[in-house]
């Protein structure tokens, strides 16, 4: 089967959330299909990346981008009434690239990573059409907006808002609709609930990822991210200024390290703190990951699965997050790690493992065992196969309304919301 699958930027290197699902996806994919590729590049680096897609696709057509200019032109949606992110990740070139390609190539089957890529799939008679959601990022702009002030805030809310009638849109337009993980079929079921929604789980690569002995009496903490994403600005401002403090008060030699790339300006400066190290972009996070005594994700603005959670289980270290962090993967709090929600607690489960290498050792040994258990990419990815199977079987038409296979997601260990840690008529201009 052809496959045309198209991606809001280079899905490799496979180092940060939304190049590692798409990435994991085409790999699958390409056992059993011949893949055509179309992706913008929002720089030189990202778009020479693309060589390293070529053994796993038929075609890889790579659109260079100025981020800078799609940011002017997303300013059009002000005015519009579409939400930014249509227009930002708007380009002739790329709709210009998909047709060339459908004229070439007889396609069975599209697929579009994000709802940014909706606008670029075409109307093709009889030819099922996917789009994988992940997460429900209109939820994540309103999440920007209670964590920003005036006048950021009203645009968020805004954005947030438009975004969410433009996914309900977007929606209405495919066979098969994919999100991350339960917690996000829940929420786009709740102002979608005739949408034909499946859950395909993130996974995490088990063999890259293996755990290290740890370093006798560390008390090195770790972060790990893109430091020019919102979420992990906001994640690691709020851990130095109100977790951070308290931990040294009780445990004075406790550091924290941030590794990723793009830090901002203001997790620059993080750097001035006593104690605090801004490491920046690394080519392979493990060494930092591994002599960690505990990974902290203290993300107050989150949704679907975080990556950095699953890769520090996978490499046996353990882990305090948030509930919100914590959504999307279904791990028992208390046994598989930690989870906090204000800054006293937070602080106090991470001094509760800095003091106890037992508990250490046994949080991590149990943590890389959910992953092996849960987490493997190709268990994950076998709900996609279904997914495909039962979009094709529509014959590119629209399918009735309800879930489509998602039986390969973690049933949730907890029960119900149980996080406690201690113990689209959008006219698509793609539519030709």
Not at 40 to 53: D, P, Y
Not at 69 to 75: E, G, I, N, V
Request: glycine share 8%; net charge positive; proline share 6%.
């Amino acid at each position: 089967m052809n496959i045309l699958f198209l991606t809001h930027r280079v899905p490799y290197p496979p180092d940060k959330g939304d190049r590692i699902r798409s990435y994991h996806l085409i790999r699958h994919l390409a056992r059993d299909h011949r893949l055509h590729l179309a992706c913008q590049a929002w720089s030189r680096e990202e778009a020479e990346a693309a060589e390293g897609l070529r053994h796993l696709c038929r075609s890889v057509e790579v659109v260079r981008r100025s981020a800078r200019w799609a940011t002017w032109r997303s300013l059009t949606g002000l005015v519009t009434g579409r939400p930014l992110t249509v227009p930002y990740f708007g380009s002739r070139e790329l709709q210009r690239a998909v047709r060339r390609r459908c004229r070439h190539d007889p396609i069975d089957l599209v697929m579009a990573f994000s709802s940014g890529m909706a606008q670029f799939v075409p109307r093709l008679p009889g030819i099922p059409r996917i789009i994988d959601f992940a997460d429900v990022d209109s939820d994540k702009w309103m999440q920007y907006a209670r964590h920003a002030g005036f006048p950021r805030s009203l645009i968020y809310t805004l954005e947030g808002h438009r975004l969410r009638r433009y996914e309900k849109e977007v929606a209405g337009r495919f066979d098969a609709c994919l999100v991350i993980s339960r917690a996000e079929a829940d929420l786009f079921r709740s102002f979608c609930p005739d949408c034909p929604l499946g859950v395909v789980p993130n996974g995490v690569d088990l063999e890259y990822f293996r755990p290290r002995e740890m370093s006798p009496g560390s008390q090195e903490l770790v972060f790990v991210g893109v430091m020019d994403y919102h979420a992990n600005v906001d994640g690691v401002l709020y851990f130095c200024r109100e977790i951070l403090p308290l931990i040294r008060r009780r445990i004075p030699e406790a550091t924290f390290t941030i590794v990723g790339g793009r830090p901002t300006p203001a997790v620059r400066r993080l750097s001035r703190l006593e104690g605090v190290s801004v490491v920046g972009y690394v080519r392979d996070v493990r060494p930092y990951v591994g002599r960690a005594a505990v990974c902290v994700v203290p993300l107050r603005i989150a949704r679907g699965v975080q990556n950095k959670i699953l890769e520090a289980m996978a490499c046996g270290r353990p882990v305090v997050t948030t509930g919100r962090a914590l959504e999307g993967i279904q791990a028992r709090p208390g046994r598989d790690l930690l989870v906090a929600d204000e800054a006293r607690s937070f602080a106090d489960r991470t001094v509760e493992l800095l003091q106890d290498e037992k508990m250490r050792e046994r949080i991590g040994r149990q943590a890389r065992a959910l992953v092996e258990d849960r987490y493997r990419w190709e268990r994950c990815l076998r709900s996609l196969d279904e997914i495909i199977k039962a979009a094709r079987r529509t014959g590119g038409s629209f399918p009735e309304s309800g879930f489509i296979p998602q039986h390969n997601e973690p049933e949730d260990l907890n029960g119900p919301n149980d996080r406690s840690g201690r113990s689209r008529p959008a006219e698509s201009r793609g539519d030709f």
